[in-house]
């Protein structure tokens, strides 16, 4: 049942080429986006909306993370983004030009069902993105978009969070649509660049051993730190939960400027910093705070884009992606992460697929 390989986690990192593809299947058509018969939107409605709210939990609220660059960027609505345990108690502001996207792999999640609950009573508008047909989440929204992530078994989330964003990805492309936004004119572009994403994914997972090899330095720490900007700033908190979640490593993701605000005191010789740096509008100020970290003495391995080479010289060891449109390099730059968090665990001698604590559902407030 696991396909050869020794966890499920494993196998579902390996599967996320195949949940990427089938989660963009039969959603493009004649170099448009077409998600008519899942989302009831209309160019009328969508004018109507003027704020969108993403919630969710856990893994499913760093993907909301990404959301919020992506969705802006592409509508130019404005996007709100809670933890669902939170947005349900704050009394947030909602009507009926709301659209609050709720993100859940279970769609079984109690506190995103409540907060989409509050949501619907409130008159906003409520669309899904989960991966069960059927679940709670699925049937009380408005909308739906399904992820054809296929069951995820390992408690730690990897297919469902790519699958999540590619179903973000599709949305903000649908809505500039109706929008008609400025992007319109380059929607064939970012459509083969969406398209890349299972080959380059592949890509990725082919530098699995070299992610294996860098973590043998990581595993004997207790502490490390993962920095990032933009989006690559909610990858590193994704790589955060998972490398905490599976291998008790303590970690903490930061916003690479906010680390001279109090957290560089934290910078000690040998401490490891995995530094993403794929981010092209923010590459020079990503390597000006790796080479402070640098001279704290940190061991830095950095994630950047193929032909970024500059990085080379700022850090310990490199780590490339393949070329890849600034908005959708978060589905490559979480593979490495995730692999990270998964060797940890197996060199640890933790157990992958069932950590301690955790349920893979979580259904009490
Ligand atoms: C982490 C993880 C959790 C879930 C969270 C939400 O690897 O899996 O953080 O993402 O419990 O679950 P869903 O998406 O089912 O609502």
Known sequence: EKGGFDHFMLKEIYEQPKAIRDTLAGRIKDGLVDLSQEVGLTAESAKQINKIHFVACGTAYHAGLVGKTVLEQLTRIPVEIDVASEYRYRNPIIDEHTLVVVVSQSGETADTLAALREAKKHGARVLAITNVVG??????????????????????????????????????????????????????????????????????????????????????????????????????????????????????????????????????????????????????????????VKARGAHVLGLASEGDTELLKSVDEVMYIPTIHDLFAPVLAVVPLQLLAYYACVERGYDVDKPRNLAKSVTVE
């Open 135 to 292: 679940s709670s989440v699925s049937r009380e929204a408005d909308d739906v978009i399904v992820t054809w992530a296929g069951p995820e078994i390992a408690v730690a989330s990897t297919k469902a969070y790519t699958s999540q964003l590619i179903a973000i990805y599709l949305l903000g492309m649908y809505m500039a649509q109706l929008l008609e936004t400025s992007v319109v004119a380059s929607i064939g572009n970012l459509l083969d660049e969406l398209q890349s994403l299972p080959e380059k994914t592949e890509e990725v997972l082919g530098q699995a051993d070299k992610i294996a090899e860098f973590t043998k330095s990581i595993v004997h720490h207790e502490h490390l730190f993962f920095l990032g900007r933009g989006m690559d700033y909610a990858v590193a908190l994704e790589g955060s939960l998972k490398l905490k979640e599976i291998s008790y490593i303590h970690s903490e993701a930061y916003a690479a400027g906010e680390l001279k605000h109090g957290t560089l005191a934290l910078i000690e010789e040998g401490i490891p910093v995995i530094s993403l740096a794929t981010q092209h509008a923010v590459f020079e100020k990503m390597v000006s705070n790796i080479q402070e």
